[in-house]
Every structure is written in C-alpha cells, then in structure tokens.
C-alpha cells in the first residue's frame, strides 16, 4: 500500500471521534493515520490486518518448512569461479 492510499487525521480530532475513526478503518479497509503537529505519529488498521502483519513467518522459519528432498539442492564443488586477479 502506498503512502498516497491511506488518509490522514489529526490527533485531536481523532480523539473527538475514535469510533469513526475504528468504523471508516473497518468499512474502508485502509489504514489511518494519525498525526500530531503535521508528523505521522500512529496507524489505526483493523484487527484482521494486524493478525495478518502480526504472523509473517521469518526466513528463517520458511526455510525450515520447505519441502525440500534430498537433491533438491546442488552439491557445492570445490573449483573456484571466480576471475582472475593480477596484484
């Protein structure tokens, strides 16, 4: 999502209508900003998105549960590829 496509509110008037402000995030799908003094300070997403972003997987983690058999992956040979270089 680009900065473009989410909207931006004030602190203030976020306070003065939090429960608008939940409902458009849920409604719209997109996240809002809140601003204080012109600087982006905080993001309102719905609950669903945060489990979402919440529960990415590390590489790590993906790495391990890949199905990947024996084969799967080239043998490394010992012949360097690199050029060569005059000192």
């Known amino acids: 999502m680009t900065a473009e496509a ?3 509110i004030q602190l ?3 306070k003065a209508s939090l429960s608008a402000v939940v409902d458009k995030v849920i409604a719209t799908h997109k996240p809002q ?3 204080r003094h012109g600087k982006r300070e905080a993001v309102v997403i719905s609950w669903e ?3 979402r972003l919440a529960n990415v997987p590390s ?3 993906l790495l391990v549960s890949a199905p990947i058999e024996e084969g799967d992956i080239p043998g490394r040979t010992r012949v360097p590829h690199g050029r060569a270089v005059k000192f």
Request: no cysteine.
């Open 33 to 35: 900003v809140i601003t």
């Open 49 to 51: 998105d945060y489990q």
């Open 59 to 61: 590489f790590g983690r």
């Open 6 to 8: 989410v909207e931006e």
């Open 12 to 14: 203030r008037d976020a």
